[in-house]
């Protein structure tokens, strides 16, 4: 974004170019902004610039979990009853039960924050499996398969 005193001397030189001869378009690209642009600077401005300021209103959301709320949804997710569980397992439990703590992103945000987003269920963690490899064969009889289907064994040519 360019400062309103930069924009004034845009204008000039654009206004000047085209008292000289050339057209708009041709010096809006020299410069590299849009015919659209300028116009919109040479309309009358009715209270100096007109750009929204994009400040926030507030520091932080006020629906923000407290410290207070965050220690107590994170003891419900640690407890003995929910330590295994996802968070999409836990959210519909305990509204079984008529408790709300917060909802499942939510839960599941307080999780990552508190570096507790691993594998939480009883069963191991995945493990990252490797492709097999590719066979070569680069001489006749290297490589033989078997054909479950037909029982045959086929040598495969050389690649």
């Not at 008529?98 to 945000?109: A, F, H, K, V, W």
């Not at 507790?116 to 066979?135: E, F, I, V």
């Amino acid at each position: 974004m360019s400062s309103p005193e930069q924009r004034q001397a845009l204008l000039h030189l654009i206004q000047q170019a085209c008292a000289d001869g050339a057209r708009l378009a041709s010096a809006c690209a020299l410069i590299g902004l849009s015919e659209h642009t300028v116009q919109r600077w040479q309309m009358p401005a009715q209270d100096g610039d007109r750009r929204v300021a994009h400040k926030r209103r507030y520091a932080c959301p006020h629906n923000k979990f407290s410290a207070e709320e965050r220690e107590t949804a994170l003891a419900v997710l640690n407890s003995e009853a929910f330590k295994d569980l996802p968070p999409s397992q836990i959210v519909p439990r305990l509204a079984d039960q008529g408790q709300y703590i917060g909802s499942e992103s939510t839960l599941y945000r307080l999780l990552h924050d508190a570096r507790q987003m691993t594998h939480r269920g009883l069963a191991r963690p995945p493990q990252p499996r490797s492709k097999p490899r590719a066979l070569l064969a680069t001489a006749p009889d290297q490589i033989y398969c078997w054909d479950t289907q037909s029982k045959i064994s086929m040598n495969i040519a050389p690649v």
